[in-house]
């Protein structure tokens, strides 16, 4: 069974910091999907990445795929509270409902 | 317009009633998606549909039963509610597998 781990689970920040959430696992993917869930609303996808070592960068948000392709990371520049919100990490495997799995997420909540 | 609806968007009912929650999308997409989201926010597949055929059916106890009418729709009939299945239902869709899903917002089911 393909696991992914978030970490950390909870953060809550003030304004303007810089934070990362990572997701890890142990198998390989053969891509990965960062999605944001905002309270009472679904989850929305922010960027896939596809190849090993790829960095993304969407406004004050940099992704970066894991060399391995095993791990990934979130990183916010000048957190807003606009940020808030859970982050959701999904992977694609090798298994069907490999395909399906998400990270238990990271609630982040910055204050103004 | 609304790509993925869901409904209701609340719902409140006492073990041991038959509930359904409806689903339509109008993005065109072939595939469909239950979630289920507990308390502690984590997002666990259920089923998943591809052009009206069933394809990914996780652990789930056979009182959930998922119909799909025609690839726009996907509804979720519960039977015999339990504590337990208080949580948030989403839908989703996509075109297929790989790519992006696309959520509903949710539906609040609570068990009294």
């Known amino acids: 069974t393909q696991l992914l781990e978030q970490s950390p689970q909870f953060l809550s920040i003030q304004e303007g910091e810089n934070l990362t959430v990572y997701c890890n696992s142990s198998s390989v993917f053969s891509s990965l999907q960062w999605y944001r869930q905002e309270p009472g609303e679904g989850p929305v996808l922010l960027v896939t990445v596809v190849t090993g070592g790829e960095v993304k960068k969407l406004k004050r948000l940099t992704f970066q795929f894991g060399d391995a392709r095993k791990d990934s990371s979130l990183h916010i520049t000048a957190a807003q509270p606009g940020d808030t919100g859970l982050y959701l990490c999904?992977?694609?495997?090798?298994?069907?409902?490999?395909?399906?799995?998400f990270g238990q997420g990271t609630t982040l909540q910055v204050k103004p | 317009d609304t790509a993925v609806s869901q409904t209701p968007k609340y719902l409140v009912t006492q073990m041991g009633n038959d509930k359904s929650i409806k689903c339509e999308q109008n993005?065109?997409?072939?595939?469909m998606y239950w979630y289920k989201q507990d308390s502690k926010k984590f997002l666990k597949i259920m089923f998943s549909y591809n052009n009206k055929e069933l394809i990914i059916n996780e652990t789930v106890p056979n009182r959930f039963s998922p119909k799909s009418p025609d690839k726009a729709h996907l509804n979720l009939h519960i039977n015999s509610l339990e504590l337990g299945d208080s949580a948030v239902y989403f839908c989703a869709s996509s075109t297929d597998l790989f790519t992006e899903q696309y959520f509903g917002p949710g539906t609040r089911l609570t068990v009294t």
């Open positions: 999904r992977g694609y495997g090798s298994s069907n409902t490999g395909k399906l799995i």
């Open positions: 993005l065109g997409h072939d595939t």
